[in-house]
């Protein structure tokens, strides 16, 4: 079964440092997709980034990286120069083949707290 | 704008009641989700629906009903059975295919009387 795994539970930094939250997944599908999700106080989840199984490339959006290897099945998010308002729970998350349906499953979450 | 309404913000249940909380979505998308979301857990599916007049359980589905009547609305019924609803509802949509993002609506937070 799919599994996801944000073993940082929270992390706290001060404004300006760089930030790495941690995602582990497992599957046994060949064809997969990873996500990451913002979750700020509001209580919305903001969807920040999509990524297939077959593209390793890492990507750069501003201030924001990621960091995807298939040899060690992670999916790492990285923030530079992090902001107070980056203070959110962020969530990985994996897609879950079964019967043609389209399902996530998602990591606990990592809470960030950035202090000014 | 597009976008997911939920309703109402916040819920009481009293002892032995059924509730529904509301989703209506315009963004003319298929596929339709309710998860549920405990305090440092993660989402938890309840219900999907990918298709009008059609929807599957999830992974915690006992205690709580839906129906899709219309595409654009997915409403979810925590009833009497689901003995611990205390917990933050998200509803959700996404284009079919390919995994396609989910959007999700500002949740509805439910409390016990």
């Known amino acids: 079964a799919q599994k996801v795994t944000q073993a940082q539970t929270e992390i706290s930094v001060v404004e300006k440092e760089d930030v790495t939250l941690d995602c582990v997944y497992e599957?046994?599908?060949?064809?997969?997709?990873l996500f990451w999700y913002k979750q700020p106080p509001s209580g919305e989840l903001v969807f920040l980034i999509r990524?297939?199984?077959?593209?390793?490339q890492n990507e750069i959006s501003g201030r924001y990286s990621w960091n995807f290897q298939k040899s060690t099945s992670s999916f790492n998010f990285t923030i530079t120069a992090s902001q107070v308002v980056d203070s959110a729970v962020y969530f990985c998350?994996?897609?879950?083949?079964?019967?043609?349906?389209?399902?996530?499953?998602f990591g606990k979450g990592t809470k960030l707290t950035v202090n000014p | 704008d597009g976008g997911i309404t939920q309703s109402p913000k916040y819920l009481f249940r009293k002892e032995g009641q059924n509730v529904t909380l509301s989703c209506e979505q315009n963004?003319?998308?298929?596929?339709m989700y309710w998860y549920r979301q405990d305090p440092g857990q993660g989402l938890r599916l309840i219900y999907y629906?990918?298709?009008?007049?059609?929807?599957q359980k999830g992974d915690i589905a006992e205690g709580y009903s839906v129906s899709r009547e219309k595409k654009e609305s997915f409403p979810l019924t925590v009833t009497s059975a689901q003995k611990n609803p205390t917990a933050f509802y998200l509803c959700?949509?996404?284009?079919?295919?390919?995994?396609?993002?989910?959007?999700f609506g500002d949740g509805t937070r439910l409390s016990i009387l």
């Open positions: 959700a949509s996404s284009i079919l295919g390919r995994y396609q993002p989910q959007h």
């Open positions: 599957t046994r599908d060949t064809t997969y997709y």
């Open positions: 990524r297939n199984s077959f593209d390793e």
């Open positions: 998350a994996l897609s879950e083949s079964q019967g043609g349906s389209e399902k996530l499953v």
């Open positions: 963004l003319n998308h298929d596929a």
């Open positions: 629906s990918q298709i009008v007049n059609d929807f």
